[in-house]
């Protein structure tokens, strides 16, 4: 069982380029979320989607756009890069159940905009 | 809207010192989780605490929940190079049926020879 999958591990990408980062969970788990890291700033929430074919605004969601066609993947697309989201982005997906809210995390893509 | 926030930011230890960080939320949580991220990595979970009051131990890591479900600790006895990351909590946010969850800003843990 691989989990959460994500891709690409890092990128190097100009300003202005379009980029979509991928993930893929085999768990069968509902809810999806993508977080963004910065040093000193944690983990912060930029989509979410609580079911396939549902998606929600994290707490900053400008510049980012996510889609879910089916229970399994959940992209993160970048329309058009600019240096301030250079970060490492996190891809996790939630268990269900009563009381249930434990996430796990893909391995991370390192995001270096130029 | 939901602010966690951890002290302290930043803890160096002597190897075999005792750890601990705090929690706080701004508001009353249905549960708390803890997560660790070991340099480079990604968060793993590590524990939910629901009950007030609530005390659990895994090894070596104490987690407590407080009374008023507004705070939480993590203290980890005798420390090893081994328990050198990041730890975060995180509540479930208020809205949104409880399926989105606030970290707290988290402590990096630094454990020296």
């Known amino acids: 069982i691989a989990g959460i999958t994500q891709a690409p591990t890092s990128q190097i990408l100009a300003a202005g380029r379009r980029m979509t980062l991928r993930c893929t969970q085999d768990?069968?788990?509902?809810?999806m979320y993508w977080y963004r890291q910065d040093l000193g700033l944690g983990l912060r929430l930029i989509h979410y989607s609580n079911t396939a074919g549902t998606t929600g605004k994290g707490e900053v969601p400008d510049g980012y756009s996510v889609s879910r066609a089916n229970t399994d993947d959940f992209p993160l697309t970048l329309a058009s890069a600019v240096p301030s989201q250079t970060s490492v982005y996190f891809c996790?997906?939630?268990?269900?159940?009563?009381?249930?809210?434990?996430?796990?995390f893909g391995p991370g893509t390192r995001l270096l905009v130029l | 809207g939901q602010q966690v926030m951890q002290i302290p930011q930043y803890q160096h230890v002597q190897e075999g010192e005792d750890f601990t960080t705090y929690c706080n939320s701004s508001t009353t949580l249905s549960n708390i989780q803890w997560y660790k991220q070991r340099p480079g990595g990604h968060p793993v979970f590590l524990i939910q605490l629901v009950k007030s009051g609530e005390v659990k131990k895994q090894k070596r890591l104490t987690f407590q929940f407080g009374e008023a479900k507004k705070n939480s600790s993590l203290h980890i006895t005798a420390t090893q190079t081994t328990d050198v990351g990041t730890y975060f909590c995180a509540g479930p946010e208020l809205t949104g049926g409880g399926n989105k969850l606030t970290f707290g800003t988290g402590t990096q843990l630094k454990v020296e020879l």
């Open positions: 996790a997906s939630r268990e269900t159940g009563w009381y249930q809210e434990t996430q796990y």
């Open positions: 768990m069968r788990h509902n809810a």
